[in-house]
Nanobody, 122 residues
Framework: QVQLVESGGGLVQAGGSLRLACVAS????????MGWYRQAPGKQREWVAR???????NYADSVKGRFTISRDNAKNTVYLQMNSLKPEDTAVYYC????????????????WGQGTQVTVSS
């Protein structure tokens, strides 16, 4: 019912920047909070950043001051601007969103994107 498609990953040198985008499509009434997670090889998936529909953003300590999450509600899109990248930022980055599918129900459903690879070389 809802699809999330990430883009913008790639290979970058340490100190460089990348901008990830995630577009949501499908049978959507409203998108509530959206976020980014990442999973490095051999490690568990970890939370990176979160942005509510309105209000303050939140970041993991490891990316605070370097990454910026933003969203464009008209385009059903969430972005992650990543600056001053480090080799330890290398991971598959996943988009996550919580959606209301109908106007008459407050039920919220969570969906994930397929991930985009970010590789930072030293």
């Amino acid at each position: 019912q809802v699809q999330l498609v990430e883009s913008g990953g790639g290979l970058v040198q340490a100190g460089g920047s990348l901008r990830l985008a995630c577009v949501a499509s499908g049978s959507i009434f409203r998108i509530n909070a959206m976020g980014w997670y990442r999973q490095a090889p051999g490690k568990q998936r970890e939370w990176v950043a979160r942005i509510p529909r309105a209000g303050s953003t939140n970041y993991a300590d490891s990316v605070k001051g370097r990454f910026t999450i933003s969203r464009d509600n008209a385009k059903n899109t969430v972005y992650l601007q990543m600056n001053s990248l480090k080799p330890e930022d290398t991971a598959v980055y996943y988009c996550n969103g919580k959606f209301r599918l109908d106007s008459w129900s407050l039920s919220e459903y969570e969906y994930w994107g397929q991930g985009t690879q970010v590789t930072v070389s030293s």
